[in-house]
């Protein structure tokens, strides 16, 4: 089996104190998020992201790889009547927890970056029609606006690093 690009990216770097330099190692390429996004609206099988997503049979099979390796999706077996075994993609609890960033990157394009055909995806609660929002929420379970949160240096910042 070929090498996974993050096997690639992994053992050609050390790897970065940065979170989100961690995340983009995994979630930075193109394609990845989409196939994200469409296994939470309940694609999971192979032919379903292909067909949605009009991505190359290699490319797509390269980052479903990716994401198996980080423990984004597992691969469950499956076999149709007559026809050989196959496998679908799930996300894990980890896949899961991308809905945030998925909500936050959609809320920001709907505001940033809109079209003429308004949104592509509305995100609510399960069972119902209330509409949510992703926010920054503070211990006590306020809201904040971005513009009152700074990010400062954490305990694993590189010495280095601006």
Same mark, same amino acid.
């Given at each position: 089996m070929p090498e996974t690009t993050l096997a690639k990216t992994r053992a050609a770097q050390p790897e970065p104190h940065c979170s989100i330099a961690r995340s983009l190692e995994v979630l930075g390429e193109k394609w990845t /998020?989409?196939? &994200?996004? #469409?296994? =939470?609206?309940?694609r999971n099988r192979f032919s379903e992201f292909k067909d949605n997503l009009h991505v190359s049979?290699?490319? /797509?099979? *390269?980052r479903l790889s990716t994401l198996v390796d980080a423990g984004i999706m597992e691969r469950r077996s499956y076999r149709d #009547? =007559?026809?050989?075994?196959?496998?679908?993609?799930h996300l894990t609890e980890s896949g899961q927890d991308? +809905?945030? &960033?998925? =909500?936050a990157i959609n809320a920001? =394009? *709907?505001? +940033?970056?809109?079209? #003429?055909?308004g949104p592509a995806s509305i995100y609510r609660r399960v069972g119902s029609r209330t509409p949510v929002t992703v926010a920054f929420v503070d211990a006590s379970g306020r809201s904040v606006a971005p513009e009152e949160v700074e990010i400062v240096r954490g305990p694993g910042s590189e010495p280095t690093a601006p």
């Open positions: /998020l989409l196939i &994200v996004r #469409d296994a =939470g609206r309940g049979s290699d490319i /797509l099979a *390269d #009547d =007559g026809a050989r075994e196959r496998f679908s993609y991308l +809905h945030v &960033v998925l =909500g920001w =394009g *709907d505001k +940033h970056r809109p079209s #003429d055909f």
